[in-house]
């Protein structure tokens, strides 16, 4: 999760995919980086399960099994989770199964699992007919943080704004475009990738798309609310997982983004 964020702040690359939460994390180890847009504003890790775990409430893991892909704040959602629904966290085993979240889950070897998206591993569990529970992680206690953002170099955010305004236009015309024409979506995704599941990914597609463009009310496509981000910057510091809290404005600007006015 981390590498993309990397690339920007080295300068190789103008624009990554990331996650808010790799942002407070890369600001705190000191890279020149800032969210420029939310591509999916709303949390998509999920506290997933089958029916057969009888899990219907957080407060159903005591004794369980969560598998979780090893990413160290994952600890801390089900933690905060845990402590929320009144679970001791010693009463829950965690896992770390990397990638192999859906596999834990279908073999029995969790009973949760912690990390998947509902977007994807909630869909390709539903698409085989296993009806799977998916939770939010933030109706369970977490704050609410934007999944999917795109991080650009504090430098060229100065230097060169108006390229990545321009790109951000761009994207969501294209964002429109798809929303849209949910087949049309479907196939350039399946043309762009090697060997995806024609079924599963318009499966897939459909299930993002509305996600790609909530009612923001009067703030532009790709907007971050900085009460949010400085909310869950405090979460992350009080759980020790950064050594400061930041301000929203050393996080994210939203400057850049279609209809917005510079200062």
Request: hydrophobic share 45%; no cysteine.
């Given at each position: 999760?981390?590498?993309?964020?990397?690339?920007?702040?080295?300068?190789?690359?103008?624009?990554?995919?990331?996650?808010?939460?790799?942002?407070?994390?890369?600001?705190?180890?000191?890279?020149?980086?800032?969210?420029?847009?939310?591509?999916?504003?709303?949390?998509?890790?999920?506290?997933?399960?089958?029916?057969?775990?009888?899990?219907?409430?957080?407060?159903?893991?005591?004794?369980?099994?969560?598998?979780?892909?090893?990413?160290?704040?994952?600890?801390?959602?089900?933690?905060?989770?845990?402590?929320?629904?009144?679970?001791?966290?010693?009463?829950?085993?965690?896992?770390?199964?990397?990638?192999?979240?859906?596999?834990?889950?279908?073999?029995?070897?969790?009973?949760?699992?912690?990390?998947?998206?509902?977007?994807?591993e909630g869909v390709d569990l539903e698409e085989r007919g296993r009806d799977p529970r998916v939770i939010p992680v933030d109706e369970l206690g977490v704050p609410t943080?934007?999944?999917?953002?795109?991080?650009?170099?504090?430098?060229?955010?100065?230097?060169?704004?108006?390229?990545?305004?321009?790109?951000?236009?761009?994207?969501?015309?294209?964002?429109?475009?798809?929303?849209?024409?949910?087949?049309?979506?479907?196939?350039?995704?399946?043309?762009?990738?090697?060997?995806?599941?024609?079924?599963?990914?318009?499966?897939?597609?459909?299930?993002?798309?509305?996600?790609?463009?909530?009612?923001?009310?009067?703030?532009?496509?790709?907007?971050?609310?900085?009460?949010?981000?400085?909310?869950?910057?405090?979460?992350?510091?009080?759980?020790?997982?950064?050594?400061r809290r930041p301000t929203a404005d050393e996080l994210l600007t939203n400057e850049l983004l279609p209809g917005e006015i510079p200062d």
């Open positions: 999760p981390s590498a993309p964020i990397k690339q920007v702040a080295a300068g190789r690359a103008d624009l990554a995919i990331s996650y808010e939460p790799e942002v407070l994390l890369a600001r705190d180890q000191g890279l020149p980086v800032v969210a420029v847009g939310a591509l999916v504003p709303s949390p998509l890790t999920s506290l997933i399960s089958l029916p057969e775990a009888k899990i219907t409430d957080v407060a159903d893991l005591r004794g369980k099994t969560v598998a979780t892909a090893g990413i160290p704040y994952q600890t801390d959602f089900l933690e905060t989770m845990l402590d929320e629904a009144g679970v001791p966290p010693d009463d829950v085993e965690q896992v770390d199964v990397g990638l192999n979240l859906l596999p834990a889950v279908l073999s029995g070897r969790a009973d949760a699992i912690l990390g998947g998206f509902l977007n994807v943080y934007d999944e999917l953002v795109l991080v650009a170099n504090e430098d060229t955010v100065n230097d060169d704004p108006e390229s990545i305004r321009l790109f951000i236009a761009a994207l969501e015309r294209g964002t429109r475009d798809a929303v849209e024409d949910p087949a049309g979506a479907t196939d350039a995704v399946l043309a762009a990738g090697d060997g995806l599941d024609p079924k599963l990914t318009e499966a897939e597609v459909d299930a993002t798309l509305p996600l790609l463009l909530p009612d923001t009310g009067n703030h532009p496509y790709g907007y971050m609310d900085p009460e949010e981000w400085e909310a869950f910057a405090g979460f992350f510091a009080d759980r020790g997982l950064i050594e």
